[in-house]
């Protein structure tokens, strides 16, 4: 029996014999009564008086039984015991989770009935050495580390929470439905500050406009298709692919520009930009790609200074109008995405999509295709990538780590020392940058900037020209304590990387919905900033520049010395 998470549920073993023992009743009932010459349904009827004592199991006659029915009435009994035992225990089942879950403090709770609440209860199982409560599950479930819970009462789901998150270290909400997430994440903030609170999300624009607001000390909202692209892109990075073909940038083809399109996107145009390559070119390939790019533009004004992005109206498989042939004049495609709506739809695709690369002549370019299961890819990796598993995403979180956000309260610590000391004072509080503030009081918002900063960190490694079997494929921050590297001591070095570091501010910034204008206006998302790095004055290229040092100390494990 297969759950929602795709787990299998246990049924009690004494459920189990309970109906291998019934079935071996009557069958022995059935051959014993018809060798002493009952009809079928004579002998059926007597082989279910095996369980329970009764004289009607006795020979007619007053013979001694077979050695069949013998045997029969002992496991009838034993059938109507083991049974009987099952069942009281499930009954007992939902009780006893219950108080498992109130007397063992679990280090993490998992709220929520989306697929990726239920792995990642999986995950935390697999990582062992920690208890784990999910509540909002299908059904109640208990195991040595875990204890499902469903919700007891829908309209309170205030009560369970209280109730069930006291004392855990880390809490993960993901919801089929985002505003309830958001309001579970609300009501779970408001009842325990101490522990760490991710909130996962598929919309970016909802996660970066709830993230506004908000400005509490151990929350995270989080977008599952930003993360699943970045586990992709910490693997194979596209400027890597650009880099060894020779390409003077990155070209990338979006099939399908939802939610996962739109993060690919953004991930190449914020956290992919490296020295040496040109703004990145994305060919959207969707059956509203016009209209989609339209309501991009209008998110992002200056769209243009990001990338070129052209769109192709079309689709692959199912019968669908295939894209029009690329224009003459396109670079070499670097990679492409399979980004659709549902496993089905990415499968089907596929064959179309191979045609079609023959077709522009970039059958070598690699092809990652977004599958929720590894396991249903019907050819052998290769040029084929699978991305998005909830695994992946769940590791990529790091939403049950110890070091949460540990190396971005390293950037934005940086930053606040590189400030003049009366930085911020001002005589209207509306100037005030709300960034300059300790990493408790930071809002969200920019909180993510500075994850940003940390995720750029491949790029930046890779245009210093280090190594890659040093980085590449590193789960985590690469640690070059042992072979400390130094990118301050070369002045040439040092502005190149301060560069590419504003460079990418200014992507990053640009993609938020950010413009330039002669003077910073916050509310109006207008930065005085967004220029070329040769066009800044020297105080704000300082900013670039301590971010290198800051990047030095991260990666050579040095505390940051102020």
């Given amino acids: 029996m297969v759950d929602h998470s795709g787990n299998k549920r246990k049924i ?18 059935l051959w014993g009564w018809s060798e002493q010459g009952e009809t079928f349904l004579d002998a059926l009827y007597r082989s279910l008086a095996a369980f329970h004592v009764s004289e009607f199991y006795s020979n007619k006659d007053g013979h001694p039984l077979s050695i069949q029915l013998e045997i029969a009435r002992y496991t009838g009994i034993g059938a109507v015991i083991f049974t009987a035992i099952g069942a009281f225990l499930s009954f007992l089942s939902e009780g006893y989770a219950r108080i498992k879950a109130r007397v063992i403090r679990p280090d993490v709770v ?3 009935g989306h697929d990726i609440a239920f792995a990642a209860v999986q995950y935390v199982e697999e990582k062992g050495n920690r208890n784990v409560t999910h509540v909002g599950a299908e059904a109640f479930h208990t195991r040595s580390r875990s204890t499902s819970l469903p919700w007891s009462n829908i309209a309170r789901k205030d009560l369970m929470i209280a109730t069930h998150i006291v004392g855990a270290r880390h809490v993960l909400i993901v919801e089929g439905d985002e505003s309830e997430t958001l309001r579970l994440a ?8 101490k522990a760490n609170i991710s909130a996962i999300v598929r919309d970016s624009r909802l996660a970066h406009d709830a993230a506004l607001s908000w400005a509490d ?54 956290n992919c930009i490296a020295t040496g390559l040109e703004k990145p070119r994305l060919t959207i390939i969707d059956l509203e790609a016009d209209a989609r790019k339209a309501a991009l533009k209008l998110r992002v004004p ?39 709506p549902d496993d089905h739809s990415a499968l089907t695709a596929m064959g179309s999509v191979s045609a079609w690369l023959r077709r522009e002549e970039a059958e070598t370019a690699p092809v990652y295709i977004r599958l929720r299961d590894q396991q249903t890819l019907p050819v052998e990796p290769g040029q084929y990538q699978v991305f998005g598993d909830h695994q992946a995403l769940l590791r990529e979180s790091d939403f049950c780590g110890s070091g949460i956000d540990h190396v971005a309260r390293t950037y934005h610590q940086a930053y606040l020392d590189s400030l003049p000391a009366d930085a911020t004072k001002s005589s209207d509080v509306s100037e005030v940058d709300h960034a300059l503030v300790a990493w408790e009081n930071l809002k969200e918002i920019y909180r993510i900037s500075n994850r940003f900063v940390v995720e750029h960190l491949p790029a930046k490694i890779a245009s210093a020209g280090l190594p890659r079997r040093r980085w590449l494929n590193c789960e985590s921050i690469p640690d070059f304590s042992s072979n400390p590297i130094d990118l301050t001591s070369d002045a040439e070095l040092l502005e190149q990387m301060a560069e590419l570091e504003h460079e990418r501010y200014n992507a990053e910034r640009r993609w938020n919905g950010w413009k330039f204008a002669p003077k910073r206006r916050n509310e109006r998302l ?13 105080a704000t290229k300082q900013y670039d520049r301590e971010f290198v ?14």
Wanted: glycine share 8%.
């Fill in 217 to 270: 000390q151990n929350f995270r909202i989080i977008t599952s298709s930003a993360l699943s692209v970045r586990a992709l892109h910490r693997k194979h990075p596209p400027f890597l692919t650009a880099m060894d073909s020779q390409q003077s940038r990155i070209h990338a083809v979006i099939v399908g520009f939802g939610h996962m399109g739109e993060a690919v996107a953004r991930d190449i145009c914020v």
């Fill in 549 to 562: 040092r800051t990047t030095q100390d991260v990666l050579n494990r040095r505390k940051r010395s102020t």
């Fill in 12 to 29: 009690s073993w004494q459920l189990t014999a309970g109906v291998l023992l019934s079935i071996i009743t009557l069958g022995l009932g």
């Fill in 186 to 193: 609300r009501l779970i903030n408001d009842a325990d500050e």
């Fill in 526 to 538: 207008e930065h005085n900033c967004l220029v070329p790095f040769d066009s800044l004055d020297q």
């Fill in 110 to 112: 998992v709220i929520g």
């Fill in 302 to 340: 200056e769209l243009d200074k990001v990338c070129d992005l052209v769109a192709c109206q079309g689709a692959f498989g199912g019968g669908q109008q295939p894209p029009r042939d690329l224009a003459a004049d396109a670079p070499p495609i670097t990679c492409i995405y399979l980004c659709l």
